[in-house]
């Protein structure tokens, strides 16, 4: 039989009452959850303990595999699939318009609030107020237009050249560029500028500043409290050092991101003919219709946490992909070998295998590949033959929407030329920047950056190939994925002969 050791259990650490506290919550929860199962899905297919508990699917979370877990069940039960007592997955594109629509919106669900701002204002990203996302969104999309972009092509470019040159350095001093390193700098670099009109100059620098750091591991907490919300909860009641130590470095970028924004207002108000466009720009010329200055604030620091690993990402998995494949490679640098010396975005946006190995590259490895959750609004709905109760949680997923066998057959290969004749179930299939009225707003911002970025890489670096320098491996590039996804080595070695 066993014994309290109430002499150890004096000695218990904090951190380790804590996890004693977490394991309780969690086995009172999973009792609670078998004593009263979730909403009546009825004909909802799924595995038999999804009706009871989410336990399998939290687990599948923490071990960043949820996506490809919730795809495994989509293959076994079909389209719709219940995957916890009150969610489901829909991988239809029919049942995606009716989740993502722009007239009758879905409101994200309430775990959005995870990623709440430091100083506690909605923003774009997080808002579930489906009139306050719209009244932000209506402000902020003509300067994320793509007409706008144009004003944005100058920073894109120069601090393309500089990466480039950067790597080149690594490739000559290390024999190998960690362009996973390189990218991520490129992209905070841009939208720092884009956002704040100063970058934070990474790309000078070469190595990560206390921002990036902060925003580094703050992204990874929001991701970890939107998975276990629990987290939230328990710390209300026990502040967790670790979450001590985030709250810390929320408010620190936070308290940046005010100073920055400060003071490029001062400086557009000491001289409002300031030719640095930033995205806010126009807010702080407009008299009235505009954002709040903590709105301004909390927007701005939802720009640089969803703007820059997402493309940093998407380049390092489409330089990888590309220089694993002879074929390919030499298909696309003979393309980009082929523009003139000064070359424009319109002049990028005229390559067809550019481009298709762009959309490839979105497909296979989307930054955001996991369930984007939103609430069945009141009354109820259909979707595609089943009855959704209000209050019930949908959710679709890129992983599972672009591995369509028959929209994208073979789907795990990495296939630039499907996009060659792009079908209409193949636009209407894709997600990678989300759907309807939540779409993403960067998305121009985005592709400018792929498509400068892989121009000039692979016009640099016409024979790039994957090092296998340091132990670099297939392994460190697979797929982690929580609410973003990163490669598991957190590296990505490539070499030029
Ligand atoms: C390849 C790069 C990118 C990918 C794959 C990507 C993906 C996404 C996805 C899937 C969403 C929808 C999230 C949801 O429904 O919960 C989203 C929303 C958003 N993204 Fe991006 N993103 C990228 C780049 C950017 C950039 C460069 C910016 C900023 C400059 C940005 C800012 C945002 C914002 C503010 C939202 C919320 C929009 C709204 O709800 O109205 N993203 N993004």
């Not at 066993?2 to 951190?15: C, K, M, N, Q, W």
Request: hydrophobic residues 40%.
């Amino acid at each position: 039989m066993a014994v309290i050791d109430f002499e150890r259990a004096r000695t218990l650490s904090l951190t380790q009452w804590a996890i004693v506290f977490v394991l309780g919550f969690l086995l009172f929860k999973l009792v609670a959850e078998l004593i009263d199962p979730g909403l009546n899905l009825a004909g909802v297919p799924g595995p038999w303990y999804a009706r009871w508990t989410n336990i399998i699917l939290k687990y599948q979370g923490i071990l960043g595999n949820k996506a490809p877990y919730v795809e495994s069940l989509h293959r076994k039960y079909g389209p719709v699939v219940r995957i916890s007592p009150t969610e489901v997955d829909v991988s239809s594109v029919t049942g995606a318009k009716r989740i993502h629509n722009y007239r009758q919106p879905f409101e994200k669900s309430d775990v959005y609030t995870h990623f709440l701002a430091a100083n506690g204002i909605a923003n774009l990203f997080n808002a579930i107020d489906v009139e306050y996302h719209a009244r932000h969104r209506r402000l902020l999309s003509a300067s994320m237009s793509e007409s706008s972009m144009k004003a944005m092509e100058g920073i894109v470019q120069t601090k393309a050249e500089l990466a480039m040159k950067r790597m080149a350095e690594e490739m000559e001093k290390r024999g190998a560029a960690d362009v996973l390193k390189w990218w991520l700098f490129f992209t905070t670099d841009v939208v720092g500028e884009c956002t704040f009109g100063d970058s934070f100059r990474m790309l000078e620098q070469g190595r990560k500043n206390q921002y990036i750091d902060d925003l580094e591991r703050t992204a990874f907490f929001g991701g970890i409290r939107q998975t276990f919300p629990i987290v939230d909860t328990i710390n209300k009641v026990v502040t967790l050092p670790l979450f001590k130590e985030v709250h810390i470095r929320a408010v620190r970028m936070q308290t940046y991101a005010e100073e920055s924004i400060r003071r490029y207002r001062n400086m557009m108000t000491a001289d409002p003919s300031n030719p640095k466009i930033t995205f806010f720009t126009r807010l702080f010329n407009a008299e009235d219709k505009t954002l709040t200055f903590p709105e301004i604030v909390s927007n701005a620091g939802a720009f640089i946490v969803a703007g820059s690993d997402t493309t940093a990402h998407t380049l390092t998995y489409l330089v990888w992909a590309v220089c694993r494949d002879d074929v390919i490679r030499k298909k696309l640098a003979n393309e980009v070998a082929g523009l003139k010396e000064k070359y424009h975005e319109e002049d990028l946006k005229a390559l067809p295998y550019l481009n298709c190995v762009i959309q490839e590259s979105l497909r296979l490895y989307p930054a955001a590949p996991s369930g984007l959750p939103r609430k069945v609004p009141a009354g109820g709905v259909e979707i595609d033959g089943y009855w959704m109760p209000a209050g019930l949680t949908v959710s679709t997923q890129a992983y599972s929407m672009h591995r369509n066998t028959e929209i994208f057959p073979n789907p795990e290969s990495f296939n630039p030329s499907r996009w060659e004749k792009t079908t209409k179930d193949m636009k209407d299939s894709s997600m990678p920047f989300g759907g309807g009225s939540r779409t993403c707003i960067g998305i121009h911002l985005a592709e400018m950056e792929l498509r400068r970025g892989a121009a000039h890489f692979f016009r640099t670096f016409p024979r790039a190939r994957v090092s296998t320098a340091e132990g670099f491996s297939d392994a460190d590039m697979r797929q982690v994925i929580y609410f973003l996804m990163y490669p598991r080595g957190k590296r990505c070695l490539i070499h030029c002969e």
